[in-house]
Each structure stands twice: as structure tokens, then as C-alpha cells.
């Protein structure tokens, strides 16, 4: 596009681990034939979706997973979510199955996880964070490693929310950043909680499992109606 790059309807373009934005497609798709979108992480060789881009898709959609490929989109405590609701991204693939479970989780370095609704399968952890849409198609949203620098401290986020989750009377919670009246990044944990625990509980609860940077400045119990439109927006 920077070069001025002219119609040539003989084109079909491919694109493959970049987010196709909104004016990047409106630009490119009456210069070439076809524009399709493919998904494949880099520790899986092999595609995971593809799509045929159409000019009013929206943003950064990847498609429907290929065949034999099986896509799911959880939360931080490994539970199915709904529809328009962002989360991590996890794949079943049917030769992840075929060397032992043992030795997979081992050599894995933590990127498989036992399957969380079929003990004989494995999950593969992209490390990628996105949504289902109306249509089953994933739409993908970038990354979400797990460690940041966070005051200094190198901090791991589905560490922090895993011991969140460990309490009993934490219904569903997530971690998130803000910034302050005094400008300051502060880490925020929003949850929901049926009995309505206190936040106070709540951080003397983590203060046995992680290191005092590791603790969320602020603790906010939220509605689930709240809670779900706050988390989607994440």
C-alpha cells in the first residue's frame, strides 16, 4: 500500500499471523481476486481456521477451525464461555493425542494441559487471547503471555488469577490495569462471589500463595451482569 500497489485482480492474497484491521482489508480487497485470513501459531506447524475475508467482516476474524481441528475459548479457569466474550484460546488436535500424555506434559513446558472435558486428550495453550462470534468463527485479538513487568517485578497473570480462583467462595474472577488519580498503574482484580466475600478476605486469602507485588492494589465484586460486560471489554 505504501508503494501504491495497483489493482491486479489475478492476486489472491494470503495473510498469516498479522490482525487484519478494518482499513488494511477496505484498502486491499478491490485491489486483488481474494483475501484469506489464516490462523496458525507458531508452535502448531499445521493451520488451525481459515478465511475468506468479505469487505463488511469485522476486524481481525480468522474464521472457522479446518477439519480435525477442534478450537475452544476459556476462561482462567479453564471453563467454556459464552459467545462475544474474550478468553484464551486452546487446541485439540488429534496428533497431539498420540505420544504419551506423560511425556507431552513434561517436554510441554506447560503449553499442554490435560483436557479439561475429556481425560483421554490434550489441550495445546496458544498463548493467544480472542472470541467466538455469532457465526463460529474465531476472532482473533492478539497475545496474552504470561509474564509482564509489572513495578519492577516480573508477574504472571493466569498464576495470579489461578489463586484467585482456588478459593472456594470465588465464583469467577480476572486481572486487569488501571491507572490511578495520581497517574499510577495499579493491578485490579474484579469478581464475583455468591456469599459475598470482602475484598479484605479476599487478600488475606492470597497473601499465603503470592509475594505482596503479586497482590492486586484493588479488589472490586461486581454483579455478574457487570462483571461480564466489564470482562468482554478486557
Not at 500500500?1 to 498469516?16: A, H, M, P, R
Not at 481441528?69 to 459464552?82: A, E, F, N, Q, W
Not at 513495578?151 to 484467585?164: A, L, T, V, Y
Amino acid at each position: 500500500l505504501q508503494i501504491n500497489w495497483t489493482i491486479d485482480k489475478k492476486i489472491k492474497l494470503w495473510s498469516e499471523g498479522d490482525l487484519l484491521t478494518k482499513p488494511i482489508i477496505d484498502s486491499l480487497i478491490f485491489r486483488v481476486n481474494e483475501i484469506w485470513n489464516f490462523y496458525r501459531n507458531t508452535d502448531i506447524s499445521s493451520c488451525i481456521s481459515i478465511k475468506k475475508v468479505q469487505l463488511n467482516d469485522e476486524e481481525y476474524n480468522v474464521g472457522k477451525p479446518i477439519d480435525n481441528t477442534r478450537v475452544y475459548v476459556l476462561d482462567s479457569g479453564l471453563k467454556l464461555i459464552p459467545n462475544g466474550v474474550i478468553g484464551y484460546i486452546y487446541i485439540e488436535k488429534q496428533e497431539l493425542q498420540q505420544e504419551s500424555f506423560d511425556e507431552i506434559l513434561l517436554l510441554s513446558k506447560g503449553k499442554h494441559i490435560k483436557h479439561p472435558f475429556d481425560s483421554s486428550k490434550i489441550l495445546f495453550r496458544t498463548g493467544d487471547i480472542g472470541k467466538w462470534n455469532e457465526d463460529g468463527e474465531i476472532v482473533l485479538l492478539g497475545r496474552r503471555d504470561n509474564k509482564l513487568k509489572f513495578e519492577n517485578q516480573w508477574i504472571d497473570i493466569e498464576e495470579i488469577e489461578s489463586k484467585i480462583l482456588n478459593n472456594p467462595q470465588i465464583d469467577d474472577a480476572f486481572i486487569t490495569f488501571k491507572v490511578d488519580t495520581t497517574g499510577r498503574k495499579v493491578m485490579v482484580c474484579y469478581y464475583l462471589s455468591q456469599i459475598g466475600l470482602e475484598s479484605s478476605s479476599l487478600k488475606s486469602f492470597l497473601k499465603y500463595f503470592l509475594p505482596d507485588y503479586s497482590i492486586p492494589q484493588y479488589f472490586i465484586e461486581l454483579k455478574k451482569s457487570k462483571f461480564d460486560i466489564i470482562k468482554k471489554r478486557q
